[in-house]
């Protein structure tokens, strides 16, 4: 089993940054590839960014591409989501999991969830 814990969350001004972390406890996540997902009331939890096991390969929604920015560090087990310019539509709860197949964007590539934590830009 591994355990995900995200933080960093909290209420922003648009236009500004803030920089989530994703704590694994348990088991490494070094071999996996993981992601960030994001949900906003009443939608569907979509995908924000992934990155390789490696760190090497990384993809981005079209919505944030430019302006977050997704890093992990396996020597502590922990994997990043850098967001900036951050706009109200970005206000949502981040989800970070680690994945277990290959497409990244898929909800279902992905076994392991934290609980999420809240970010919120105001206008």
């Known amino acids: 089993q591994v355990q995900l814990v995200e933080s960093g969350g909290g209420l922003v001004q648009a236009g500004g940054s803030l920089r989530l972390s994703c704590a694994a406890s348990?088991?490494?996540?070094?071999?996996?590839?993981m992601g960030w997902f994001r949900q906003a009331p009443g939608k569907e939890r979509e995908f924000v960014a992934g990155?390789?096991?490696?760190?090497?390969?990384?993809d981005y929604a079209d919505s944030v591409k430019g302006r977050f920015t997704i890093s992990r560090d396996n020597a502590i087990n922990t994997v990043y989501l850098q967001m900036n310019i951050l706009k109200p539509k970005d206000t949502a709860v981040y989800y970070c999991a680690r994945s277990r197949g290959s497409n990244w964007r898929e909800i279902t590539s992905y076994g392991y969830w934290g609980q999420g934590t809240q970010v919120t830009v105001s206008s």
């Open positions: 348990g088991r490494s996540i070094s071999a996996y590839a």
């Open positions: 990155i390789s096991w490696s760190g090497g390969t990384t």
